[in-house]
Structures are given as C-alpha cells and as structure tokens.
C-alpha cells in the first residue's frame, strides 16, 4: 500500500510558470494547472479584497479586472492569466494615498456598502463599466452590475453612486487602468 505522501504525489496537479500583473506589479507564480485565479489571489497572494462566495460564478464577489474586463476570479483558471494584467480591490487607492479612488469615494458617500462583502466585486464591475462608458444611463449601469448580487442595499444606494462617480471621475483616475488621458477607447 502506498504512503499518503506517494499518494498526494500522484494525484496533484502538475504546475505552470505564469507571469502577469497584478495592480500594476509584475508576478512570477509557478501555479497548479487545476488552480483557479480566486484561489491563486486569495491563498497564494494574500490579496483577501477579491471574496469568495459561491464559486461557481453566482455571485460576483470575486470580480476582478482580466485585460480591462470585468470577470469572476472563480471562473478563470490560473494559467490562463498568463502575460495579463489583472487588477483588484487593492489596487484603486494608491498605497498610502490621502484619498480613496473616486467609485470607493462615491459609495461611501451614497451608503452603498453595508456588510460590504460584495463591494469588492461591484466595485470592480463599476469600474470595467466606466472604463468603457463615461456616461452610462440607469439600464447600462444595471446591466453592468447583473452578476454582482447584494443582500443588503436593495441596489438603490449603489446605482446612486455609480452615477456620482460617473460625473466625478477623470481620465486621470483611469489611466493606469489602460486608458488614454484623452478619453476611453
Ligand atoms: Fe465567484 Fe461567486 S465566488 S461568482
Ligand atoms: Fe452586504 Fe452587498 S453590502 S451584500
């Protein structure tokens, strides 16, 4: 009969050099192929801004930005990030910066988080939206926030601060983001 340590050895995943960056820093990881980006920011990063909720692309919590799009972290497989630029919750406010990023901004002043465990992921999701549309309606706003679920708001509060960020944002506060200070592609 095998050792556990023989067995674990037989059934763990083979791993896979990756680089990316990550809020702007450049990684190096050596990932097991059957990792998940969630797992690989939350257990191997320490990045614990992206939540984990149902891991099966329910809920939203774990919203990040893959190449300036809005994804959910417990859907993409690690590897597949490999030469990508990923931002998270952390990555809004400059470390140690006086001011939080306008969208964090916006929702305090509007109430739009209560418990606060699905910010994260609707924080990230307004901010892929307004990287494509400075101006978007109500719907635009909805159907950006379709896969982020909260229990607490009722929606009302966040939809009010997205709006407000809308207006308040400048190119300034996007551009590390990718895109031109003369407007968004
Ligand atoms: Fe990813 Fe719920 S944890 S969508
Ligand atoms: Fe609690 Fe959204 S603030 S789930």
Redesign the pocket.
Known sequence: MSSVTEQSKLTAAPSIKIEFRLNGIPQKRDVPVNWTLLRLLRDDLGFLGTKCGCEIGECGACTVLFDRRAVNACLVLAPQIDGAEIWTIEGLAEPGAARLHPIQEAFIKYG????????PG?VMSVLALLLENKNPDEEEIKSALAGN?????GYKQ?IDAVKSAAESIGAEDLVKFGVNAGGRK
């Open positions: 739009a988080v209560h418990c606060g465990f699905c910010t609707v679920l909260c229990r607490c708001t966040i």
